[in-house]
């Protein structure tokens, strides 16, 4: 039965404590909300990107084609947000989940590297990586010295094509290593959490699903209920960086 969790008492249910003192296989599916704390902006929501800028004049290969001077900064901007923030007590938390468990796989649709910042050592970017960037005639990776500064879209110094964000856009189709070996861990996770994701952007969001018909017990952590919650076997309400290290501790005592 699905259940919203809010017990003063305890952070979760019997049956999650019991869960998680005997997984082996944890996977953790994160969306920008696990970054919100940590000062990034999230995309749906009041003060959400797309709010504010219009994802069909910046996250897709038209606008990119159209004018890649508006994109290329949009990212460049994003990439400054970025670089002056640090992994939250969320991040934080999963990292420990490494260290607690035999497998803790993080697959996420941030493209901020704050996971593997905090120390996760198996993180599956399923959008990309705002720190990498590629040319987009011979495929090249552009070295962060080159692209340093560059304030229009650069040009690629082996054949001149423009380089561009290595960035998931819509339309576009997921890296497909990452993909795979995300399908691969969801499927045979024990507990699998979906934290700070509206859970609306496919494919990415099917995962959690998968994972739960593959038989994971399926947990949300996110501080409003969303299209994912009546799939889930429980649902942790509250902010990543508070619902993540407090039910760690509890496990742990
Ligand atoms: P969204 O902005 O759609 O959703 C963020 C979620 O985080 C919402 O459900 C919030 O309620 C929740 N949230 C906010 N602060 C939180 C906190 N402190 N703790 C826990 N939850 C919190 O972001 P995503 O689901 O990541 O794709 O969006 C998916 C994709 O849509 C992105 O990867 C991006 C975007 O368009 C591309 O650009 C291709």
Redesign the pocket.
Same mark, same amino acid.
């Given at each position: 039965m699905n259940s919203d969790h809010k017990s003063p008492a305890a952070p979760c249910s019997a049956e999650l404590l019991l869960r998680l003192k005997e997984a082996g296989r944890i996977v953790v599916f994160?969306?920008?909300?696990?970054s919100?704390?940590s000062g990034v902006p999230?995309?749906?929501?009041e003060n959400?990107?797309?709010k504010k800028f219009r994802?069909e004049e910046l996250?897709n290969i038209d606008a990119f084609m159209r004018n890649p001077d508006l994109v290329w900064q949009w990212y460049q901007h994003r990439k400054e947000v970025i670089s002056s923030v640090r992994p939250n007590a969320?991040h934080d938390a999963i990292a420990a989940m490494d260290q607690r468990y035999p497998s803790c796989i993080v697959v996420t649709? /941030? $493209?901020d590297d704050l996971h593997r910042r905090a120390g996760s050592r198996t993180v599956h970017e399923?959008?990309g990586n705002i720190e990498r960037n590629y040319c987009m005639t011979c495929r090249r990776p552009a070295t962060p010295e080159e692209i340093a500064g560059q304030t229009k879209a650069p040009l690629c110094v082996a054949c001149g094509g423009l380089v561009r964000p290595d960035?998931?856009?819509?339309g576009?189709l997921l890296p497909e290593e990452e993909w795979n070996a995300s399908v691969e861990a969801a499927t045979a996770a024990d507990v699998f959490f979906a934290?700070?994701?509206?859970?609306?952007?496919y494919p990415?969001?099917s995962l959690p699903t998968d994972a739960r018909r593959a038989g994971a017990y399926l947990v949300e952590? /996110? $501080?409003?209920r969303?299209d994912l919650s009546p799939m889930a076997d429980e649902v942790l309400l509250?902010?990543?960086?508070?619902?993540l290290p407090a039910l760690l501790a509890y496990v742990e005592h």
């Open positions: 994160t969306g920008a909300g696990i919100a704390e999230t995309f749906r929501g959400g990107l797309w994802p996250a969320g649709q /941030n $493209i399923l959008h960035v998931v856009w819509f576009e934290v700070g994701t509206s859970s609306v952007v990415a969001a952590v /996110n $501080i409003e969303t509250g902010k990543a960086g508070e619902v």
